[in-house]
């Protein structure tokens, strides 16, 4: 379902008009047009002009709307196979999601509520027995439970006027009306917050509202949105986070477009939760500058020889056209360098490009005040010149050592006055000039208390000169390739404080066309991204509600407000809420909104506005926990532990987190109270919380071991705190398909594409000697082999003649002619393509007998079973029982 179109009766189209932002109604009979939603059997009589009107005559609206909603509501709110979920590409934005659309009864209650006969329909607790009750991965792909919000509180009977859970979730689904009430329950209060998601094929854009009439609360500047009441017969607007009742701006209700008086209630910020404004002047401290990039390429002896600087040079020059340049004002600049540093002179419509080397690396300065950075358009023969040479120039390169801070300072030079973006392409440890790091990698000290030592920043240059650059409105990423330690944790500090991503390449060797193609690839979405730059977050809430604590990649200038010089798609942010006084209202809002300048030169303001009920009953704070959003904060303050504190402490922290719920649970919940008892109980919809910590108690990037190497820990610490939870929880709890006996309809292409295996529980029980399986956390796919595989299996996908011919590794899977190879290599395409994200996994083939190191790896994300020191979930979950029953210590 792309649009509401797949919901229309028959004899009915939908077509998107982009002036009023919504869908248009055409009885195709009849040509007839109308803006309301048809329903089947129904004479929709014509809208009047309702620009006067109070929200109160909005009946036919909310009646169409009902009709609409029970199509709807027909559909299961689990995970069917073959149809798509939330964390496999659906149901996008623009869509209305399964579960947050009322049923027929609540419509009703609704209609009711609006005469002043009914209420609001409370959460419905149903309680699970963990000992019994086994993890079931599709329950990771159910939708958050549903937000029921008191009736009248929208005055859009839009089914897109409340947040998606991909741009924005809470850990609970109704707000507790007192920190009293919410520290007995003990779960955590936090948004999830992925304010600037990608969009799929087919999935619709954001609203954009042009007319640059943006009404905003004056007292606490919150953005006009569905959830404000319209009073003075709709001269002024009631606030939704304040009260304060404001006016409505004078050109409201004109279309700037026509030049006519407009419809108010068609307005996108009215109807839509998220929603653009182009910024009007007072926006702006100075006008939208182009968007920048520079390249820092480190051509040292190791570089060359991995063969980063060719594929960097190749992917760059074949990416040039990708770069966003809509308004041909975007600029770029190359500098390379090894313990010098080597500037490009690229004259506009010149073919030849100068070398210029600058091997003071003390006092960095540039070697020519022009041409340095360049406009891509103008110089575009001379950076293509360039980048086919820069292999060639340095290929005999012996110079070993890396002045990457020197080159960071000069590339920050250079573009200081208008800001944008630095990517870094990184081969060697830093060792000269400032920011030269050491080897610290020592293995003596890993799995001790002083192994989070290293996951702190070896210099205090990474944190200043990255607020420097959040200042200047410039954006470091980085791409990290070395074949040794290269002290991911101090260089990926400049990212994280300017809102940039770290990317890790491990023993990169181009010589393997796997690397090659993996880096190239999401080197190439890199540059395509369409970024917002100089963005600066603030996200409001109703009274009683404060912005508590921030995660992710930002830095946090004057309390609430988070600089961005650019924010990158598909980045997520954690922020927990504190309760700072009761709530007396039956609904409260959180705002976010992003001021920032398109990658196109113009500014905007993108708001998100979330509105969720309030309880003062602790049931219904478990019963619409979002266990999915708990998760992915529990993942963001496990990192921030392990690095202010120990590793130790994080594991602890989220293990003490989840018993603290279990123990409310039990005390508030069950008949059970304070005494021991033989079952441990959670709510249905927390039931995958447990499995989920014990997943991230056995992540990289906090697991007990003394084997992880600090720089493989430190980048599995950088994706906790930035993915968003569509790949942050595969990263977490792993996705497990048997494909020697899938069925049938398993990677063949069914309405919503490739249809997928059902997902398996993470346990090597379900390991089978003769079959065939796959493993992915979007990070890494292994296909594992079980040594009995017979040797048309093996023929069949891998053109071997049998198992004993199987090599284990990196590969690239044949697509071989035999249906079978071209499911799996459906199933293998589609684990790549169905997730947000520049991601692209390498394949492994792992023998069930091959090479132990790679088995174990395989194996480790079976994470219900038992590994090394780590428990089962088993085990995991009667060491819970004994916790919460006040026996025992940890788990
Ligand atoms: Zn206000």
Not at 327 to 347: G, Q
Not at 482 to 496: E, K, M, Q, R
Request: with cysteine; hydrophobic share 40%.
């Amino acid at each position: 379902m792309a649009s509401p179109a797949a919901q229309l009766p028959p004899g009915w189209a939908a077509e998107w008009d982009a002036t009023h932002q919504r869908y248009l109604f055409i009885e195709t009979a009849t040509g007839r047009t109308q803006w309301e939603v048809p329903s089947a059997g129904t004479e929709v009589t014509d809208e009047q002009p309702m620009a006067s009107q109070a929200p109160v005559a909005h009946h036919s609206k909310r009646r169409q709307y009902a009709q609409f909603a029970s199509q709807q509501a027909t559909q299961s709110a689990y995970y069917q196979p073959g149809q798509e979920s939330e964390y496999i590409n659906g149901p996008a934005y623009g869509q209305p999601q399964q579960g947050y659309v009322q049923g027929p009864v609540d419509q009703l209650a609704g209609q009711f509520g609006q005469m002043g006969m009914g209420g609001q329909k409370q959460f419905q607790l149903y309680t699970t027995n963990l000992l019994t009750s086994p993890p079931e991965p599709r329950e990771l792909y159910r939708v958050p439970p549903e937000i029921r919000l008191p009736p009248n509180s929208c005055i859009s009977p839009s089914p897109f006027a409340n947040a998606d859970p991909s741009y924005k979730r809470c850990t609970v689904n109704a707000i507790p009306t007192s920190s009293s009430l919410l520290s007995k329950a003990k779960v955590p209060l936090a948004l999830i917050i992925t304010p600037y998601r990608s969009l799929k094929e087919g999935e619709e854009p954001v609203p954009l509202i042009t007319d640059t009439v943006i009404a905003r609360c004056r007292r606490c500047r919150t953005y006009i949105n569905p959830y404000v009441q319209f009073i003075d017969g709709g001269n002024r607007w009631r606030c939704c986070m304040c009260n304060m009742a404001n006016e409505v701006p004078q050109l409201f209700d004109w279309d700037q477009v026509r030049n006519q008086p407009g419809d108010r209630w068609a307005r996108a910020e009215l109807n839509h939760s998220v929603v653009e404004f182009v910024a009007p002047t007072e926006y702006m401290v100075r006008p939208p500058q182009p968007s920048v990039y520079v390249f820092l390429i480190d051509v040292s002896h190791s570089a060359v020889q991995s063969g980063m600087v060719a594929t960097a040079s190749r992917a760059l020059l074949e990416n040039l056209n990708r770069i966003p340049d809509e308004d041909e004002r975007t600029k770029i600049a190359i500098i390379c360098y090894d313990v010098s540093l080597y500037f490009f002179s690229l004259p506009p419509g010149s073919t030849d490009a100068t070398m210029l080397v600058v091997s003071d690396i003390e006092d960095v300065f540039l070697p020519k005040p022009t041409d340095l950075l360049v406009n891509l358009a103008e110089s575009r023969s001379a950076l293509e010149t360039l980048l086919g040479r820069i292999p060639e120039m340095f290929k005999d390169n012996i110079i070993v050592g890396s002045a990457m801070g020197p080159a960071l300072q000069a590339g920050f030079k250079l573009m200081s006055p208008i800001g944008g973006k630095i990517m870094v392409l990184s081969s060697t440890l830093p060792s000269l000039g400032a920011g030269a790091l050491k080897s610290r990698e020592d293995p003596k000290v890993l799995g001790t208390t002083k192994e989070s030592a290293l996951l702190q920043a070896a210099s205090p240059f990474y944190k200043t000169f990255a607020i420097e650059c959040s200042r200047a409105h410039v954006s470091v990423d980085m791409f990290l390739f070395s074949a040794g330690y290269t002290d991911v944790a101090s260089l990926a500090f400049l990212p994280h404080y300017t809102s940039g991503q770290t990317y890790y390449y491990p023993a990169f060797n181009a010589g393997r066309s796997e690397d090659a193609l993996k880096f190239a690839h999401e080197f190439g979405e890199v540059l395509a991204m369409p970024i917002m730059l100089e963005a600066v977050m603030r996200v409001r809430a109703s009274r009683g509600l404060r912005m508590a604590s921030f995660h992710g990649n930002f830095f946090v200038r004057s309390t609430d407000l988070l600089a961005m010089p650019a924010v990158p798609q598909d980045q997520s942010y954690a922020i927990e809420i504190q309760i700072e006084e009761s709530i007396t209202s039956p609904f409260v809002a959180f705002q976010t909104a992003v001021l920032h300048t398109t990658c196109y030169g113009e500014r905007r303001i993108r708001v998100i506005t979330l509105a969720l009920p309030t309880t003062s009953n602790v049931s219904e704070i478990f019963a619409s926990a979002d266990q999915v959003a708990i998760g992915t904060l529990l993942a963001n303050k496990a990192v921030e532990r392990a690095v202010t504190y120990k590793l130790e402490d994080s594991r602890d922290y989220i293990f003490q987190k989840l018993v603290d719920i279990l123990v409310s649970y039990k005390t508030n919940m069950t008949s059970g109270g304070a005494g021991a008892s033989a079952q441990l109980a959670i709510s249905d919809n927390m039931k995958m919380l447990p499995v989920l910590v014990l997943g991230l108690l056995k992540n990289v990037g906090i697991r007990q071991s003394a084997q992880i190497p600090p720089d493989i820990r430190a980048y599995s610490q950088c994706l906790l705190t930035t993915l968003p939870s569509q790949l942050l929880i595969p990263y977490i709890y792993p996705t497990f398909y048997s494909l020697h006996n899938m069925p049938p309809e398993a990677g063949t292409v069914g309405e919503n594409g490739v249809i997928m295996p059902p997902a398996l529980p993470l346990t090597s029980e379900r390991l089978e000697r003769h079959g065939l399986f796959l493993i992915e956390d979007g990070q890494t796919i292994f296909l594992y082999v079980g040594r009995d595989a017979v040797p048309q299996l093996v023929l069949d996908v891998f053109n071997l003649p049998n198992y004993e011919a199987l090599r284990g590794g990196k590969t690239t899977l044949p697509v071989l002619d035999n249906p079978f190879s071209q499911r799996v290599n459906a199933v293998i395409q589609k684990t790549r393509e169905m997730r947000r994200g520049v991601y692209y996994p390498h394949l492994y083939v792992v023998k069930d007998d091959g090479e132990p190191p790679l088995r174990l790896w395989a194996l480790s994300a079976l994470i219900q079973d038992r590994a090394d020191v780590l428990p089962s979930y088993q085990q995991f979950i009667s060491s819970l029982k004994d916790k919460v029953n006040g026996i025992g210590g940890g788990y």
